[in-house]
């Protein structure tokens, strides 16, 4: 079993920037990759960025240049430093970790983030 506790969401204005962070624990070693997944109402889940045992990264287009996803692996914990904030980067920003074996994945409780105009 794998546990992901979501940290530093909140309001700030367009241009601004945040530091996301996601704790795991319990079964560390099975965790083959680990991303960040953001949600508005009425849209699917995007991803927004992943990171590989193996240090390798990966964004979507959308925040490119501006988002950066790291790993402490010392603390079990994954951050993703968000720039340049624009207004349609507000939602609800998920943790996900890839494990070996079922259920293959598992998800944190989210954070929001709110960038206002």
């Known amino acids: 079993q794998v546990q992901l506790v979501e940290s530093g969401g909140g309001l700030v204005q367009a241009g601004g920037s945040l530091r996301l962070s996601c704790a795991a624990s319990?079964?560390?070693?099975?965790?083959?990759?680990m991303g960040w997944y953001r949600q508005t109402p009425g849209k699917q889940r995007e991803k927004v960025a992943s990171?590989?045992?193996?240090?390798?990264?990966n964004y979507a287009d959308s925040v490119k240049g501006r988002f950066t996803i790291s790993r402490n692996n010392a603390k079990n914990t994954v951050y993703l430093q968000m720039n340049s904030l624009k207004p349609e980067d507000t939602a609800v920003y998920y943790c996900?970790?890839?494990?070996?074996?079922?259920?293959?994945?598992?998800w944190g409780q989210g954070t929001q983030v709110t960038v206002s105009s």
């Open positions: 996900n970790a890839q494990v070996v074996r079922i259920p293959y994945e598992y």
């Open positions: 990171i590989t045992s193996g240090g390798t990264t």
């Open positions: 319990g079964s560390i070693f099975s965790i083959n990759a």
